[in-house]
């Protein structure tokens, strides 16, 4: 069973930088699309940033030109590159991917569990 796990969460001061990762824990063909979803204390999930099969990016307009989401060259791992934090960015970043475990396989939609980023002022 693939599992998507989250690294670089943390904690920051207002202006600074985290780098996100999502990988899966186990052998993977590709991620085929990917976005990255955010949860503040009582407010529901949203989308922060997508990337597309074809490759197109769509950002929440709170974190236009903050944020940036990209794959690595091997298109097994998810980034999302965070800038100029603000304590309004402190929440439980999730990231969800579409991968093909094999080649030729079908394509299938993963969540990951979270991973805390907390932003101080």
């Known amino acids: 069973q693939v599992q998507l796990m989250e690294s670089g969460g943390g904690l920051v001061q207002t202006g600074g930088s985290l780098r996100l990762s999502c990988a899966a824990s186990t052998s993977i063909s590709s991620i085929r699309s990917g976005a990255w979803h955010r949860q503040a204390p009582g407010k529901q999930r949203e989308l922060v940033a997508h990337l597309t099969n074809g490759g197109a990016v769509h950002y929440a307009d709170s974190v236009k030109g903050r944020f940036t989401i990209s794959l690595d060259n091997a298109e097994t791992t998810l980034f999302l590159q965070m800038n100029n934090l603000e304590p309004d960015d402190t929440a439980v970043y999730y990231c969800?991917?579409?991968?093909?475990?094999?080649?030729?396989?079908?394509?299938?939609?993963?969540w990951g569990q979270g991973t805390q980023v907390t932003v101080s002022s």
């Open positions: 969800s991917a579409a991968i093909r475990k094999r080649a030729f396989s079908p394509v299938s939609d993963y």
